[in-house]
């Protein structure tokens, strides 16, 4: 298939192609620097299959829309340290239900529905988690799974994912 760069060059890449293999094809210091693309005006994450004839544009640190990329893994840290935190407490990580976590204006932030209330005593220890967690350098990466899939994995575990996946 083909996608096209912000200079107007068309670049052929296998079906399926993601900003990372678009990113590849360009040379390895972009790369290397890539967090993220522009799609056809939407931002998307590395691992994103591109539609075909997509307009790309490969989103760096020095991006605007990087703030966008980093707050949503952000999002996605603070709840696995939520987990593991609540974990070390002795509960099952799966009591701790997720909402949405989506990124806002200035930061972002996740709905939780914890064992017990999280307290402000309690926030020093999630973001030493956090850290933790960043420290690993664990890949990221994406994964899709059909509905039926995603539905049949949390319908009657999680109230809150299944309520998402049936609104898709």
Request: cysteine-free; charged content about 30%; glycine content about 8%.
């Given at each position: 298939?083909?996608?096209?760069?912000?200079?107007?060059?068309?670049?052929?890449?296998?079906?399926?192609a993601t900003a990372w293999d678009v990113a590849r094809a360009?040379?390895?210091?972009?790369?290397?620097?890539?967090?993220?693309?522009?799609?056809?005006?939407?931002?998307?994450?590395?691992?994103?299959?591109?539609?075909?004839?997509?307009?790309?544009?490969?989103?760096?640190?020095?991006?605007?829309?990087?703030?966008?990329?980093?707050?949503?893994?952000?999002?996605?840290?603070?709840?696995?340290?939520?987990?593991?935190?609540?974990?070390?407490?002795?509960?099952?990580?799966?009591?701790?239900?997720?909402?949405?976590?989506?990124?806002?204006?200035?930061?972002?932030?996740?709905?939780?529905?914890a064992p017990e209330p999280i307290s402000d005593e309690d926030?020093?220890?999630?973001?030493?988690?956090?850290?933790?967690?960043?420290?690993?350098?664990?890949?990221?990466?994406?994964?899709?799974?059909?509905?039926?899939?995603?539905?049949?994995?949390?319908?009657?575990?999680?109230p809150y994912k299944t309520e998402l996946i049936l609104d898709?």
């Open positions: 298939m083909v996608v096209y760069l912000p200079d107007g060059k068309a670049l052929e890449v296998e079906e399926g360009i040379g390895p210091g972009l790369a290397k620097a890539a967090v993220g693309a522009l799609v056809n005006g939407e931002v998307y994450d590395l691992l994103k299959p591109l539609p075909p004839g997509a307009q790309v544009r490969i989103l760096t640190e020095k991006d605007p829309e990087y703030q966008l990329l980093f707050r949503h893994t952000l999002a996605h840290v603070l709840a696995q340290a939520v987990k593991e935190f609540f974990a070390e407490k002795g509960y099952d990580p799966e009591s701790v239900k997720l909402g949405v976590g989506p990124v806002i204006e200035k930061g972002f932030y996740y709905d939780i529905d926030l020093p220890a999630i973001e030493e988690k956090m850290r933790a967690i960043i420290a690993k350098d664990l890949p990221l990466r994406r994964f899709v799974l059909p509905k039926e899939v995603a539905l049949s994995r949390y319908q009657g575990k999680d898709l």
